[in-house]
């Protein structure tokens, strides 16, 4: 697992953990049940406070994307499908709330948007 940090995001460190381990599990490359890193040891290869990777362990768990287990460690968490698909709702949401700001400020249009999305969708499938 290959998590970089950047200084110069306006988003927290624990911040930057929690969304490249979160997105490293939707996309499959963390699969259910591999052990994470200790808390100690992502700390030190990141070379970060072992305070932020706890607060990114705490979060990830917290929103059901890993379980600790006393004296084992962090493992990803099984699949809850229900869960999988409203976590994608979420950030397909963000995503296109991004997308519509950046429509209005350059003056397209709603029927626009709803074609290039047409467009678009269509071409993944």
């Known amino acids: 697992m290959n ?11 624990y911040e930057q953990i929690t969304a490249q381990i979160k997105n490293a599990i939707l996309s499959g490359e963390l699969a ?53 698909r409203e976590e994608h709702l979420r950030q397909t949401e963000e995503h296109l709330s991004k997308a519509i700001v950046s429509a209005k400020l350059g003056g397209i249009t709603l029927e626009e948007v709803q074609e290039m999305l047409t467009v678009l969708f269509e071409e993944e499938n």
């Open 32 to 84: 259910p049940g591999t052990l994470l890193p200790s808390m100690r040891v992502l700390a030190k290869e990141l070379h970060i406070s072992v305070i932020t990777t706890k607060r990114a362990y705490e979060d990830l768990e917290r929103d059901k994307f890993i379980v600790t287990v006393v004296g084992k460690g962090s493992f990803v968490a099984e699949k809850n499908l229900e869960f999988l």
């Open 3 to 13: 998590i970089f940090i950047s200084n110069s995001s306006e988003q927290p460190i």
